[in-house]
């Protein structure tokens, strides 16, 4: 079996080879940017799950001075609380992308839009629940547990993202046509079922049976 931390990086490396493409101009909440969704979103979420992985290395760091023993630990020192935090913020602005999208989707009656960002946004709260067990953690045991649950939600969450995401960037439809995630099955290293996409066009808005991406424009 692939070790967590290499398994992390492949994962990493999949994703934002699907997913890489020029970083847009900033646009306010508006008409045009909905239009632009979820891949405007995709960009944003791609870049805060890469800050997150980085995070979350300088949270190991910062707690491995107290892997000696196996009796109770000392408190997060300050070091140890500031990545917490930080953690926090970047899982807490990847629920709220989420859960925008979620939202979103809810207003255009597209159910499985709803469906798609929702278990993102609640898999970010869950990293955020598990980095506040990491702090919590009073024995090295709890504490080695701790991590491996945050790796795992880590992971689950990265590849939750790819599954919505993966190769919306290579789409290339006709002036007039609009992008369409199809729903397709897949498994996450937990083993439970993924909600992932098939991204590809349709000609008409109701041709989509998923949700739909944004319209190409005409000449």
Known sequence: MMPPK?????????ALSTTLVAAPKQTPHNTKASSEEPFRSFRMLD????????????????????????????APSGRG????????????????IAGRLERLYEGRHQRFGVQTFRVIRIKA???????????????????DLA???????IVSLV??????????????????????CEPKRSKDPLQSEQIACMWGCVPRAD????????RIRRP
């Open 47 to 74: 870049a805060k799950l890469s800050l997150l992985t980085n995070q979350q290395d300088a949270l190991k760091a910062a707690f491995n001075p107290m892997q000696s023993g196996s009796g109770r630990i000392a």
């Open 147 to 153: 991590i491996k649950r945050l790796d795992e939600r």
């Open 159 to 180: 590849v939750q993202f790819q599954a919505a995401s993966g190769g919306y960037g290579a789409v290339r439809c006709s002036p007039g046509a609009w992008t369409c």
């Open 207 to 214: 041709s989509c049976t998923g949700f739909l991406g944004p």
């Open 125 to 143: 709260e869950k990293v955020q629940r598990d980095v506040s067990a990491v702090t919590k953690a009073e024995t090295r045991g709890a504490l």
């Open 81 to 96: 609380t500031e990545a917490a935090r930080s953690m926090n913020f970047t899982a807490a602005g990847i629920g709220s």
């Open 6 to 14: 290499h398994m992390m990086a492949w994962l990493m490396v999949a």
